[in-house]
């Protein structure tokens, strides 16, 4: 069964049957793919209404505005922050953190422990150690610098034990 349109279009050896089945199921297809998109489309239309609820272009337009100058004033902060943060942590690096504290009788005679080693670092084990000795004749204190852990006097027994506590700290 031949058609004058498939013998102009040089088709005309084809049953019509299978061009129509053809076209039924470009049409089926066609059919789903609109269905498809009607359905992304509605989840679209649901996610667009429920971002302009209660607003207006111009609102939305302001809204967006402000998040903007709040993003900057945001950022300018944690700049600040981050400024101090960096100033706090080289003050902090030089103060005094680790301490190292003995009590010691200076003299055999006397007793109660009232002579005692103070020793004082910061984080890199830089600082001072303060000894007072205390005798029947009075109190007398002196200093040694520590630095890096170590005196260039020599220490005490007991002054060594409060270095070695201020530093294991």
């Not at 349109?5 to 005309?12: A, V």
């Not at 049409?27 to 509605?42: D, E, G, S």
């Not at 902060?77 to 690096?93: A, M, T, V």
């Not at 890096?148 to 070695?164: F, I, M, R, W």
């Amino acid at each position: 069964m031949g058609s004058p349109i498939l013998n102009k279009i040089g088709l005309g050896n084809i049953d019509i049957l299978f061009v129509v089945l053809f076209l039924v199921i470009c049409i089926a297809i066609l059919f789903v793919t609109v269905i498809m998109q009607n359905k992304r489309y509605k989840e679209l239309q649901s996610r667009y209404d429920k971002f302009m609820q209660g607003t207006r272009a111009k609102s939305l337009e302001k809204k967006i505005m402000e998040l903007f100058e709040e993003q900057g004033i945001q950022k300018s902060l944690l700049e600040n922050h981050s400024r101090q943060l960096k100033d706090l942590y080289r003050r902090h690096q030089t103060t005094f953190q680790k301490m190292g504290f003995v009590k010691y009788d200076a003299f055999k005679e006397m007793g109660g422990k009232l002579s005692f080693v103070l020793v004082l670092l910061d984080e890199n084990n830089n600082g001072f150690l303060l000894n007072s000795v205390h005798s029947s004749d009075g109190c007398y204190s002196y200093t040694k610098r520590i630095k890096n852990g170590q005196s260039d006097l020599e220490l005490s027994p007991e002054e060594a034990v409060a270095l070695k506590k201020a530093v294991e700290e």
